[in-house]
Structure formats: C-alpha cells, structure tokens
Nanobody
Framework: QVLVVESGGGLVQPGGSLRLSCAAS????????MDWYRQAPGKQRELVAS???????NYADSLNGRFTISRDNVKNTAYLQMNSLKPEDTAVYYC?????????????WGQGTQVTVSS
C-alpha cells in the first residue's frame, strides 16, 4: 500500500504565494509520475501540473507560468510552488502518485489540502 499525504494549504491574499507538498510513503519501488489536481466547489477535478521521474513537467495552459512543480526522488515528494495566486485558484488540491511496488503497480490519491485565495 502506498500512502500519499498533501500539506501546505491555507488562506492567502490575492497575489500571494503558497508551496504545497506531496509525500508518498510505503512499499515503493519507483514512482513514474506525481500529479497535482484541483477541484473547486461545483466544478470537476482538473489537472494542474505533472512531473515524471525524469523531471519532465506539464502544466495546465490556464496557469500562465504562475505555478512550478518539482520533485525530490529520494524523499518521494513532489512540490507545487504557487505564485501570484488569484481567487479563482481557490480549490482543494489533490496529489496523485503512480508507480510500482515491485510486484504490482499503484495509483494513489491523497486526501487533499484546501487552498483559499481571498482578501
């Protein structure tokens, strides 16, 4: 079993920054991808950013370069640096990790962390 835990959410004013963390633990042989999603009230969950084990990244077009995803493969942890935050970034942010436990694959979600952008 692989456990994924997000942290770092909170209340921030428009224009501010937050850094989210996503830590995967358990029986992990390798992690092929770690992704950040978000879900705002009344909206579908959407992909925000993803990063492969080799460091290749992908971002939602709507972000316009405001967010940066990174990863520490030793710690099995991914980060999402969010700058110039806007009220429309308010959502629950979820982390997903996919990879191998050695004998089978895993696809694990965290419980989410709330990000609220408001003055």
């Amino acid at each position: 079993q692989v456990l994924v835990v997000e942290s770092g959410g909170g209340l921030v004013q428009p224009g501010g920054s937050l850094r989210l963390s996503c830590a995967a633990s358990g029986t992990i042989f390798s992690i092929s991808a770690m992704d950040w999603y978000r879900q705002a009230p009344g909206k579908q969950r959407e992909l925000v950013a993803s990063i492969t084990g080799g460091g290749r990244t992908n971002y939602a077009d709507s972000l316009n370069g405001r967010f940066t995803i990174s990863r520490d493969n030793v710690k099995n942890t991914a980060y999402l640096q969010m700058n110039s935050l806007k009220p429309e970034d308010t959502a629950v942010y979820y982390c997903n990790a996919k990879g191998s436990m050695g004998w089978r694959m895993f696809d694990s979600w965290g419980q989410g962390t709330q990000v609220t952008v408001s003055s």
